[in-house]
Every structure is written in C-alpha cells, then in structure tokens.
T-cell receptor
C-alpha cells in the first residue's frame, strides 16, 4: 500500500464549478499535512497546510480526519488558472528531519 | 533573485557517463533536499542535509552521491548513469529540519539517459 494515496484523475470541470480531492495516508504517526500545487513542467509549490480543525484560504478549504487518516481539498468557484496537479503531502513525526511523502497527485483541468 | 536555483535545467547523456547537478539557495535556510520525480510523477526524497550534515539518506543506489560544501549548496553527483535514472530531479530547501516548515523547490533538472 502506498504511503499517500490520491485519485490521479483527471478531473475536468467548467469554470465556476466546485471540485473536491481526497487523499489517504497509511502512517498513523504522521504529524503534518499539506497540499502542494504543481503546474506542468514546473516545481511543486505549497498551496496550504492542513490543520486538524480544518482551514480555509480564499476559495480553498482543507480538511483533516486523523481517525480515518484522510485529507481533503475543496476548491470553490474554479478558475482556469487552477488547472494543475494537486499533491497531497504528509510529514511523519519523530526524527523525520522534515521528510515529506508525496502522493501521486490529482490532475485538475478547468475549462471555459 | 531566484530563491532555489539548479543547473543545468536539462541534461541529456549516454548510459555509463558520470554527471553532476548543482543546487544553490539564497534563502539562508539550514536544510536542503534532493527529490526525484519519475515518469509516473511520484516525487520521492533521496537525500537531506542540515547545515552540511547528511540527515536523510533514503534507499538510493550508491552511484548517487550528494555533496554539501556549505549550507547554501547541495550538489548531486551520479556515477555510471542508467536508463532508469531518467527523471526530473528537484532540489529544495527549508528553514529548519524538524519543523513543519515550507519546503521551497528549485525549477528542476530534467535528466535523460540514452
């Protein structure tokens, strides 16, 4: 079983749509959770951290369910510029020295 | 004013050759990383250095040897290149090793082994 699993998609949605991505992780000792965004042929960039209480950043809402080891990302009012690959990222606790484990990514295409 | 830079951006070489990729960060961070992103887009950590000291060494063939001359630089040398080494290699840095700090990635080096 992969340490971090995501539905690779692709998700094709019209502008203005709401889309949700899910992610599960296998290591119950994981401590920190993130969503990164990667544009085609570019480097990954942090989109947002995910906190236990859930958090929102503009049109983006992230949720964490530690009991189910499940993370989600909701994008409201999709824009063309949201088209990218969204990477679910998990950091284990303890002496992990910042080691991040990435999911395969979910491809999103927003069309006019 | 590039934060994390890598050279070269593209590298095409023959099997069996030895090549190096350089990485520099001007963010003043203590920790640097090398990741490999294969054709299936999985991004996996290879190495991490904290203030010039190796702290993460994943299961990577010993043909790969990282070198950190100072905390702003982390280079990756690859000996006897194989077809399976073809991938995009990303360098990254973060302020601290153990905290949940943001990792800043370089633009990547696309390596093609023929």
């Amino acid at each position: 079983r992969k340490e971090v699993e995501q539905d690779p998609g692709p998700f094709n949605v019209p502008e203005g749509a709401t889309v949700a991505f899910n992610c599960t992780y296998s290591n119950s000792a994981s401590q920190s959770f993130f969503w990164y965004r990667q544009d085609c042929r570019k480097e990954p960039k942090l989109l947002m951290s995910v906190y236990s209480s859930g958090n929102e950043d503009g049109r983006f809402t992230a949720q964490l369910n530690r009991a189910s080891q499940y993370i989600s990302l909701l994008i409201r009012d999709s824009k063309l510029s949201d088209s990218a690959t969204y990477l679910c990222v998990v950091r284990a606790g303890g002496t992990s020295y910042g080691k991040l484990t990435f999911g395969q990514g979910t491809i999103l295409t927003v069309h006019p | 004013d590039t934060a994390v830079s890598q050279t070269p951006k593209y590298l095409v070489t023959q099997m069996g050759n030895d090549k190096s990729i350089k990485c520099e960060q001007n963010l003043g961070h203590d920790t640097m990383y090398w990741y490999k992103q294969d054709s299936k887009k999985f991004l996996k950590i290879m190495f991490s250095y904290n203030n010039k000291e190796l702290i993460i060494n994943e299961t990577v063939p010993n043909r790969f040897s990282p070198k950190s001359p100072d905390k702003a630089h982390l280079n990756l040398h690859i000996n006897s290149l194989e077809l399976g080494d073809s991938a995009v290699y990303f360098c990254a840095s973060s302020p601290l090793a153990g905290a949940a700090d943001t990792q800043y990635f370089g633009p990547g080096t696309r390596l093609t082994v023929l």
